[in-house]
């Protein structure tokens, strides 16, 4: 990378502050956007036609962005050196950017089959869309997602059992007295229970349940507040939830999910606590790791380093949630406009190509539970809406995923093929 490159990076991303993002909501449809370390708020088979266009740089107005696209007349999830899911996450049902209700629908499924072999719901496989009132559970617009999944030779990642914001929480699950282990366990086994284990191979059990701003460093949502632990324990509803799942799904990899667990000592330090106590019960396969990150931060050490903490565990390594935007709004020194030229999108091909070949170098074969982009296409992204709000501008795009708006390939695309298929990674397209 260039000296001049380096130097942009750095007036973007400015101290790189040791912050990271927490997505778990599906393109525009109203995730919760949480600021780390503080306190959470919430907001609001085919061909591949469409993405297979040849490198060039469309023509511009003042208005709108340069576009940059690949050839990619590739499986990209075939490229990968071994049969490990190669996934994104989707938004469905009635959500924005649907990929059954949108105008572009059918277009963005031709994508989706061809790229990738596993589907995350951004959304509605989540407790208060699956199980909204204690004796009512909903799955039909689940059931749409994995049956597409099944018809197109694709598995699912279920996201997530648990999880803590407000509007996340069903009702029941709030105040809930003597019992709570019967409730958790009983909406374990009836979400469990309905899927198919062989279409849906995995889950994230429990999602986010540390906050290093508290003394103990765990998240004092209304799960940890059914049994507050002892000093140096896991809450009981994390043993809880996994204990049911294993019970349930024995065949199903069972995964425990957090964000900035890389470069944040405290928080990865809290998540290899959470996975080595499950792992001594026998309840957990892998950890996953969400990954919305930037441009030069975290480092590719931190990612190793915190890869490797897993491995050596001999538990899985999932990248669950993968981004990378081109701008870090929270060093303080974020621009109000953004250009996206040849030289940044070059330079985030390298990114996301270093951080597969990072993933592929560190994690075994078998021990690679798979490796996710958080969305399809960078206009619905999760990160406008944060981004605006971290810092009061309206950003257009932060261009942070592997397919343009009009769901040609960008470079970022095969920066990651690139490593799948072992070469070197460059910045050229």
Known sequence: MSIAMKNRFTLLTTALMALGLSA???????????????PASSSSSSSSSSSSESSSESSSS?????????????????????????????????????????SDATERQDVIATHFNQLTAGNIMKTSYLHPTEDNFTFDDADQLVNFAQ?????????????????????????????????????????????DPEVVVSWDVVNEAVDTSTEDGWRHSLFYNYAPPAEGDVPEYIEVMYQAARDTQPDVDLYYNDYDNTANTGRLAKTLEIAEHLDGLGLIDGVG???????????????RDAFQDVVDMDLKVKVTELDVAVVNPYGGNAPDT??????????????FCEIAEVYLEVVPEELRGGFTVWGLTDDESWLMNQFANATGNDYDDVWPLLFNADLSAKPALEGVAQAFRGETCTSEF
């Not at 790791?289 to 990612?303: E, G, I, R």
């Open 24 to 38: 778990c909501g599906g393109g525009n449809s109203g995730p919760e956007l949480e600021f780390p370390d503080r």
């Open 151 to 195: 018809s197109n030779g694709m598995t699912v990642h279920g996201h997530a059992l648990l999880w803590h914001p407000d509007y996340q929480v069903p009702n029941f699950m709030r105040d809930y007295g003597e019992g709570w282990q019967d409730m958790l366990t009983a909406h374990v086994e009836g979400i469990l229970n309905h899927f």
């Open 62 to 102: 003042s208005s709108e962005p340069s576009v940059f696209s690949v050839t990619a007349d590739y499986n990209l999830y075939a490229e990968a050196p071994t049969s490990f899911p190669v996934g994104v996450a989707v938004s469905a049902a009635t959500e924005n950017y649907s990929i059954f209700n949108h």
């Open 289 to 303: 790791f969400q990954m919305h990150v930037y441009m030069d931060y975290p480092s590719l050490t931190n990612f």
């Open 338 to 351: 953004l250009t996206y030229d040849a030289e940044l999108a070059g330079a985030q091909k390298l990114r």
